[in-house]
């Protein structure tokens, strides 16, 4: 039941977020779009619906939840073995999982076998918003068992589980957003969390730099494994985004972008 109460929350808090954000961006663009908004907004929704069917269909095997559920009943994971107190479990649970998806990104461009999945998202020659929600259902279902492993290995509370879920996607909404936030703002926050503007480099057609600022929401993981780049080598304004081999319209195509991983 809990999980069908916050299912609501998790819904609406990225759909609120989303036109949120999108009417930021309105008002105050960092860069003119290449592509422009259609039809790379119909892909993008296109995207969201397969993933929604997908998750649909995953959700009868593995979910988080279902994770968080198993790991309660049978006293399994970390946390259960710790015995902390909730808030020290949550706060522990938010950080490793953080941590998880981490590492979960960096795989996805070290290795050969991930990276034509994870490539699709990199396809995008504009960042905005809606690029969030630009991800092969390949990454999606690789990274619902990935995180279901993880909660289970850790007896993430279940609560917590799908907080840290409404977390993830707030943030990955935020940091692919094209706003462009005061640079005092921007400095500030990139001491904690991961921003706009530092997501930015990690989006560039530079390949060396597609291998930085791997984060999603705290921006420590990248400043202690050295892989934080504050800003691309030709400037933020110069910055090209995308793909270098996918220097035209076809990224902007949903059956193309579908079948990216395959060719
Ligand atoms: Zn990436």
Not at 208 to 229: H, M, P, V
Request: charged fraction near 15%.
């Amino acid at each position: 039941m809990i999980e069908a109460g916050l299912g609501i929350y998790a819904i609406a808090i990225p759909a609120l977020l989303l036109f949120a954000l999108a009417g930021a961006e309105y008002i105050w663009p960092r860069r003119a779009l290449v592509l422009g908004r259609y039809p790379r907004w119909r892909t993008h929704a296109l995207f969201f619906a397969t993933n929604a069917v997908v998750g649909r269909i995953l959700s009868f095997f593995v979910v988080i939840g279902v994770a968080a559920t198993w790991a309660d009943a049978h006293r399994f994971g970390m946390l259960h073995i710790l015995n902390w107190p909730f808030w020290a479990q949550a706060l522990m649970a938010f950080v490793v999982l953080d941590f998880a998806v981490w590492l979960q990104h960096f795989a996805m461009h070290r290795f050969a076998f991930f990276w034509p999945m994870h490539a699709v998202h990199h396809s995008d020659r504009d960042l905005d918003v809606t690029t969030a929600l630009r991800f092969h259902p390949f990454e999606l279902i690789v990274s619902t068992f990935y995180k279901s492993a993880m909660v289970a290995l850790l007896g993430v509370p279940l609560a917590v589980a799908l907080a840290f879920e409404l977390w993830l996607n707030a943030n990955a909404l935020f940091n692919h957003s094209n706003i462009r936030l005061p640079k005092y703002l921007d400095r500030m926050l990139r001491t904690f969390f991961v921003t706009p503007d530092m997501h930015l480099v990690h989006h560039s057609v530079i390949v060396a730099e597609q291998k930085s600022n791997f984060g999603f929401a705290l921006s420590i993981w990248d400043r202690l494994f050295g892989t934080y780049c504050a800003e691309s080598m030709v400037g933020a304004e110069n910055q090209k985004i995308g793909l270098s081999q996918f220097d035209d319209q076809r990224p902007s195509a949903f059956v193309w972008s579908m079948k990216q991983p395959m060719t």
